[in-house]
Structure formats: structure tokens, C-alpha cells
């Protein structure tokens, strides 16, 4: 449910407007980022003018009555439109992630969790279980979690995330125990496609520059070329370099000007005249006089507000605003 602030409020607006045995109805489809982020949206918001609402209920009715012209056999349908999209195999792929359910829902409990619990309840279990279970959970999650270990677990998490190249439906029963769930699932039906350099790549990018260095030079000590291929899959804060221009305007409306100010303390000079140019003359000039009348800001805060502006481009690429190039091909992240 990628929406911007205009979709939370009028989604939120949409429930507060069922009552709330209809709107607890809804929240059981929703995944845990979906409910914090109508959660939050619904406790912001104080006074609603009438015009607002039934302008919502008015476009949901709208919509609602759309959809009686949709195909009935949804699987069908999403199945056959991704093949013709995609080709056979990578369809394939994506339709068994997208249907991949009773396998991981005691997992999928994790998700509600905050880190420090999980990393709790972890700490104690093969890297390799750990590495499984962490594959599952949203990237910034599962960084959380690593940053509760120790930097030898970490590491040694890390190598085995970057070297999964899938997990049987046998050994998702296994991970379910962990976490105190008993799955289904058969045992002949596809592995799912989980884990690998790209995962690893994401995790590390989330974890900031002193314990991303000490990561890659342990995975380079076992295996130099996979950390060279973990590299090549890793966006760092110097790669919004490669971002053009419109991919930076989009990004600088999603940053506050105080965030932007320290994330730039930590930035090279070529970095820094990439943002004064894509901002107005005025803005430019202030952020040039914020920065230089700012005193010293700790490396431990520069990285922070470094990896929440690489949280905001990933979301952006994956809306499609911004176009991430690969540090090692021509692919795209």
C-alpha cells in the first residue's frame, strides 16, 4: 500500500467513517507497516470538514462500484497478465512469492514485533535459522534486528544471507518452530526464491558505514568475490551521485531541511553541489549557510539521517520516481 500523505488521510478518513467493527474488519487484512502507517495517520488527524469526507466516501463509492466489472478468477487473471508481462520464467518466480502464504505465518508474526524483541528471541539460533528467518521480514527490520548482535553473529548472518539461494518448504516448517508456529504446505511444491547477494546487499546498506565496513571486510576474508558481488548489488549515500536530476528533486520533497543538513555534513563536495543544483537559488543559499554554521555532528547521527534518506529512495524507486542503477551492471535495483 505504497500511497502518499493525501492516500493515508483519505484511507484513514474512509475507516474512521465505518465504525469500528468495520474499520477492526479491514485492519485484519493489512500488513504491519499498513496498520502503523493508518494508525499514526488516524491519531494525527483532528478536525475533518465535512466537504473532505464525502468527497472520500464519494471516491471510494466510485471505485467500489468499479470493481464489479473486474474478472472474477483473480489468480487467473494476475497469472496469465504477469506471463504475458514478464515470460514464463520470472513470472513463475513472482507468482510463487505472491502465493506463498501458510508456509511462513508464524514468521509473518514477526512482523509486528519491534527488533529489539526479535533479536531477542534470535540471538540464540543458528546463523544459518536466523539468516532463513531474516530473508522474510522488510529489509530496515531485519537490520534492526542484526544491530542487537554481536558483530561476529552479525557477520556470520550476513555471509549466510548472501550465499541462500532459496528455502525448501521442509525447512520453513523447521523456522515456524522458532517462532513457535506449526506450518502447512507440501513438500513437492517450488522453493521459494529468497535470500542471495541482492538481499545481503539491502540488509548491509541499512546497517550504516562503521558496520557495514567491518561486514564486508569479514565476507571478503572468507569469499572476496562474493563480497565483490555484494558490492556491486549495494547502494550507498555516495550513489545518489548516479541519481539524475529528477530523481533528486524527488527526493529532496520528501526530506525535512534539518535531516538533509546533517545527512550532508558526512558528504563529499561533488555530492553537496549536486543538491545545490537541483533546488532553488534561495534554498540552495540557505542549506549553504545551514551547513556551514553548523558545528560538528557525530559520525554516528551523519550515517543515521544517511540510511533514512536511502529508506526514502528505495521507496521512491520502487514507486518508480527514481531509477537506482547498479554499482556492477546495467541492471536496475
Known amino acids: 500500500m505504497a500511497m502518499d500523505d493525501d492516500g493515508l488521510q483519505n484511507a484513514a478518513i474512509l475507516l474512521m467513517s465505518l465504525g469500528e467493527e468495520e474499520a477492526a474488519a479491514v485492519f485484519k487484512h493489512l500488513t504491519p507497516k499498513e496498520v502503523q502507517g493508518l494508525g499514526e495517520t488516524i491519531q494525527q488527524m483532528k478536525t475533518i470538514s465535512r466537504e473532505r469526507v464525502e468527497t472520500v466516501l464519494e471516491r471510494f463509492e466510485s471505485l467500489a462500484g468499479d470493481t464489479s466489472m473486474l474478472v472474477v478468477d483473480n489468480d487467473e487473471y494476475i497469472k496469465s497478465v504477469l506471463r504475458k508481462a514478464l515470460g514464463e520464467d520470472k513470472a513463475n518466480l513472482l507468482i510463487d512469492r505472491m502465493m506463498q502464504t501458510g508456509d511462513t505465518a508464524g514468521i509473518e508474526s514477526l512482523k509486528w514485533m519491534d527488533p529489539q524483541s526479535v533479536g531477542e528471541l534470535l540471538r540464540n539460533e543458528h546463523p544459518q535459522i536466523v539468516a532463513a528467518i531474516l530473508v522474510h521480514l522488510d529489509t530496515d527490520q531485519a537490520s534492526g534486528i542484526l544491530q542487537t548482535f554481536t558483530e561476529r553473529q552479525r557477520n556470520e548472518v550476513l ?38 547477494v ?19 571486510d569479514y565476507i571478503r576474508e572468507l569469499d572476496s568475490d562474493l563480497a565483490q558481488k555484494i ?41 553537496r553541489e549536486k543538491i545545490f543544483r537541483n533546488m532553488s537559488s534561495r534554498a540552495a543559499e540557505t542549506l ?13 547521527e551523519v550515517e543515521a539521517e544517511q540510511k533514512e534518506m536511502l529508506k526514502v529512495v528505495r521507496r521512491l524507486a520502487d514507486e518508480g520516481q527514481i531509477m537506482l542503477s547498479s554499482g556492477g551492471d546495467d541492471d536496475f535495483l
Do not use: C, H, Y
Open 159 to 196: 555471509v549466510r544471507i548472501a550465499t541462500l539461494d532459496g528455502i525448501q518448504p521442509s525447512a520453513l516448517k523447521d523456522l515456524n518452530e522458532v517462532v513457535g508456529k506449526v506450518l502447512a504446505g507440501g513438500e513437492k511444491t517450488r522453493k521459494s526464491t529468497l535470500g542471495g
Open 231 to 271: 558490492m556491486d548489488n549495494m547502494f550507498t549515500f555516495d550513489d545518489l551521485d548516479k541519481i539524475d536530476d529528477k530523481g533528486i528533486q524527488a527526493l529532496l520533497k520528501e526530506v525535512q531541511s534539518e535531516s538533509l543538513v546533517v545527512a550532508l555534513k558526512g558528504a563529499k563536495p561533488e555530492m
Open 198 to 216: 541482492k538481499t545481503a546487499a539491502e540488509v548491509i546498506n541499512m546497517m550504516g558505514g562503521t558496520v557495514e565496513t567491518a561486514i564486508l
Open 288 to 300: 549553504r549557510e545551514d551547513l556551514d554554521s553548523r558545528g560538528p555532528v557525530r559520525v554516528s
